[in-house]
């Protein structure tokens, strides 16, 4: 999501602790960037906020130290890890800063100051110019992981169509890691978007798949039901076990392929579009919402 209202979500997570990773920046200039950039967030948020470097991370807010860190170590740096297991090639060349506060109140007076932004949303949302996650923490972790996920990709796929974007960000609201003891996967899970996407299809009134693909307006009318298609088009082809040789394949075909057209006929050989619209929608259906 970026800078669009986005509703609650919560992320679930078995209790993780990512291992030691292959050095991100072997020359330092990122981290020297990483320090830079904290001693501006530091002087910007004054001393009731603590500030973490992790590379390419710089986390701050009004928590902490122990708090920050326990933030990066169980969430954000196994995320990070898994979702360059599964999708993402390229690394962050530049820091990534991520705002964390812990309340409502916190959180929209910081948005306030910090960017004179009001009532963008309240539980988060990502700057993609400046790289940077400001996020209410008192809604779940939910929301981070959706911000994270556009912020890794920008520098993977950066001209990603909306609806795999938002579909790949908003799979990460809900969900949890999986080991298969050669690291770590991201899992999404079934959430809040199911039960309104359901009662539009039941309706009638859902688009085809050949439709999202091609919508140039992903974010004009109808985005709720958009982003909600996107997700379980991208939870449904998880399942199927063809997402992550998806998302590689339409990124390196991009220029030649650049609704993914081509790319999933190639993964669902057996199956045309039309066919694979209706198998989406059966499955879909079948599956029971959230309480």
Known sequence: MRNSL?????????????????????SGLLER?????????????????????RTPFVLAGDFSEAEL?????????????????????????EPVSVLVFR???????HCERLFGERGISIYGYYKPKQRTLVLNLGTGKGTLLHELTHALADFDFQEMP????????????????RDTGDGPWIEGLVNWRLKGLQE????????????????????????????AQARYFCLFMQQQGVLAAFYRA??????????GMRTLAEVFPATDLDELDREFKRWMLSLKPVE
Not at 33 to 47: K, N
Not at 85 to 92: H, M, N, Q, V
Not at 162 to 177: K, M, P, Y
């Open 200 to 227: 539009v299809a039941a309706a009638g009134q859902l688009g085809s798949l050949r439709q999202l693909l091609e919508n140039p307006q992903f974010r004009g009318h109808g985005e709720g039901t958009n982003y």
């Open 103 to 109: 309340g409502e109140l916190s959180y929209e007076q």
């Open 33 to 53: 960037e990483c320090d830079r950039r904290a001693d501006q967030w530091s002087e910007r948020l004054g001393t009731d906020c603590a500030v973490l470097v």
């Open 250 to 259: 339409f990124r390196d075909r991009y220029s030649d392929d650049p609704r």
């Open 69 to 93: 860190e326990e933030l990066h170590e169980q969430t954000i740096q196994p995320a990070m890890q898994a979702m360059h297991r599964s999708y993402f090639d390229i690394e962050p060349s």
């Open 6 to 26: 986005l509703p609650g979500h919560f992320g679930e997570w078995a209790q993780y602790t990512a291992a030691p990773a292959e050095p991100l920046d072997p």
């Open 162 to 177: 909306d609806w795999l974007n938002e579909g790949l960000a908003s799979l990460h609201e809900q969900s949890r890691f």
